[in-house]
């Protein structure tokens, strides 16, 4: 068996940034974001599951999920959000797993998982070693209210709703320092590299 390294941040920290990294160094990586759509395409038991408990409303002409109208729902009703986590979670945990069996059967040594949420979801137990993608609280909600063109309020929100980064770094094995320049991201993603993979 492999190791499995979780990478995890915070939102607009840049942790897309670090994986697309990871990725483009030719190392396999499993998102979880992409796992959470697959297991509600078309065809699927996930999304025939959140059609008979939403109701058609929430799909698209074309049969697909209507994520903005179904986030419009969830957003507003507790009970709503945690039946939608009820039905993906299990199923984006196994689409993972199965994904990092496939890697490591094919003779990887080293598979990441890039889960937005894994301390929230608290999902640690599926890793061995954790990064977390950091920078200032202050750059974090300036990034966000630029990238997302969102008032300083609803960036607050939207930051509160997840545990605080500097909470996750504490808990984390490796920081990767992500406040400054890209340059410096990826020498410490390199240095991550060469530790993980490279000595395998």
């Not at 915070?10 to 990586?29: D, H, R, Y």
């Not at 408990?53 to 002409?61: A, C, R, V």
């Not at 507790?78 to 196994?94: A, F, G, Q, S, W």
């Amino acid at each position: 068996m492999g190791e499995t390294i979780g990478i995890t941040g915070s939102v607009a920290t840049g942790k897309s940034t670090v994986s697309n990294m990871i990725q483009q160094a030719g190392i396999p990586l499993v998102d979880a974001d992409i796992a959470a759509r697959k297991v509600v395409e078309p065809g699927t038991d996930g999304l025939a599951e959140i059609v008979a408990y939403f109701g058609k409303g929430i799909l698209l002409t074309d049969g697909t999920l209507n994520r903005p109208k179904l986030a419009e729902q969830i957003f507003r009703n507790k009970e709503k959000r945690e039946k939608l986590n009820e039905i993906t979670h299990p199923r984006v945990k196994e689409y993972m797993l199965a994904e990092r069996k496939r890697y490591f059967e094919a003779g990887e040594k080293v598979v990441f998982f890039d889960i937005p949420l894994l301390f929230e979801s608290h999902l640690e137990s599926l890793v061995d070693q954790i990064i977390v993608v950091w920078t200032t609280p202050e750059t974090e909600l300036k990034r966000l209210m630029e990238r997302n063109n969102l008032t300083k309020k609803d960036a607050l929100a939207r930051i509160n709703s997840q545990k605080g980064i500097d909470e996750k770094a504490k808990k984390a094995d490796f920081v990767i320092d992500n406040n400054e320049s890209l340059e410096k991201t990826q020498k410490q993603v390199l240095t991550i590299i060469n530790r993980f993979v490279k000595n395998k």
